[in-house]
């Protein structure tokens, strides 16, 4: 059995249809009328002790509703989750002090209070061993660098300042598993490098088992092997990184600089697209046409300057994904 083990679950939302109009707010005070709104569809998922895996999707696809469900603060409608032999909505308070979540739309942190004091309430609230809290705190303090504004009150940090310390605060326990919900929300680069290589290091380390929740990919490509994307409320891709590209990156990208104005002549499965007077570019898939078969064609008939072969990144991929471009979803 897994760490994390998701089987089927389902989360149906009831949303208040709100009428308009005065004759409107009439009937919904004394008729509400109400809407479902299924977040999340049978979802299954299975992640072992040490892993570490990027969780993605579009706005509204499911996954903050999946983590709160993981985390216990909302329960599934159907469906079953174990976590390291907990069913977290059921045994929330033994369950507590075995994970950590950060979300970093909503800080955890007492707004009026320095933030070692946050840390200190969470210290007595999960009953931390005197060392083991000092050990924690120095260490993670140094890593994200905090030492400036430790004792300032939290309402007065900024949001990189902030985040840092709401992730040390969900990390005060010595958490075996830690669920990111954007922890990099809003982050300029070097603050999201911070916080990638402390994620990094936790994980490498300490073995801590992470689920990481965010739209910018370079988060993932950084820190995750594993991704799993969901959409609509369900899984649409849980596989590496890479393969990912193998299966939904299979087209290849030709751009050829031609010696001259260039009246190309259609090619069979081939999408050919003008960059500019002299160059094209040519998008095909490899099981319709071998790259030197193209390459043949073209130098064979036209007077080539330059030739550049590309493949699509993993955001062009991922936002085809998001859009339906691609097969199999
Ligand atoms: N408490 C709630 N009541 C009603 N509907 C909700 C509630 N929470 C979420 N939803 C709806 O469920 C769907 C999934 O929301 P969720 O917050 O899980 O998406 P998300 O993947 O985290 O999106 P984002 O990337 O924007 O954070 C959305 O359509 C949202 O409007
Ligand atoms: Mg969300």
Request: proline share 4%; with cysteine.
């Amino acid at each position: 059995m897994s760490l994390i083990e998701v089987k089927d679950i389902s989360k149906t939302f009831k949303v208040s249809k709100r009428r308009g109009g005065v004759p409107g707010m009439l009937a919904n005070l004394f008729v509400p009328k109400f809407e479902r709104k299924e977040a999340v569809k049978n979802i299954s998922l299975s992640i072992e002790k040490g892993e570490m895996v990027g969780f993605i999707g579009p706005n509204g696809a499911g996954k903050s509703t999946t983590i709160k469900m993981l985390s216990g603060i909302l329960y599934p409608d159907s469906g079953e989750i174990i976590v390291d032999g907990f069913i977290p909505y059921k045994q929330r308070k033994n369950y507590v002090g075995r994970i950590g979540v950060v979300f970093g739309q909503k800080s955890q942190l007492q707004w009026d209070l320095p933030v070692i004091d946050s840390f200190e309430l969470l210290k007595a609230i999960y009953r931390v061993p005197d060392a083991v809290y000092q050990k924690n705190l120095s260490r993670f303090t140094e890593m994200l660098d905090m030492g400036s504004f430790i004792r300032q009150p939290v309402r007065q940090l900024s949001l990189g300042q902030r985040m840092r310390a709401d992730i040390v605060a969900a990390l005060i326990h010595s958490p075996e598993i830690v669920f990111f919900d954007e922890p990099t929300i809003g982050i300029d680069v070097v603050g999201k490098e911070t916080i990638r290589s402390f994620i990094r290091e936790l994980n490498e380390q300490d073995k801590v088992t992470m689920l990481f929740t965010t739209h910018d990919m370079q988060d993932i490509e950084k820190t995750c092997k594993r991704l799993v994307i969901i959409d609509g409320g369900t899984k649409v891709y849980d596989g590496t990184l890479g393969g990912i590209r193998e299966q939904y990156g299979t087209s290849r990208q030709l751009d050829v600089e031609f010696a001259g104005r260039a009246e190309i002549a259609p090619i069979d499965k081939v999408e050919m697209e003008t960059i500019d007077e002299n160059k094209k570019r040519f998008i095909f898939e490899n099981r319709d046409i071998q790259i030197n078969e193209l390459m043949n064609q073209i130098l064979s008939r036209y007077q080539v300057r330059d030739i550049n072969i590309s493949e699509p990144d993993i955001e062009s991929i991922i936002r085809k994904i998001y859009n339906r471009e691609v097969d199999g979803i």
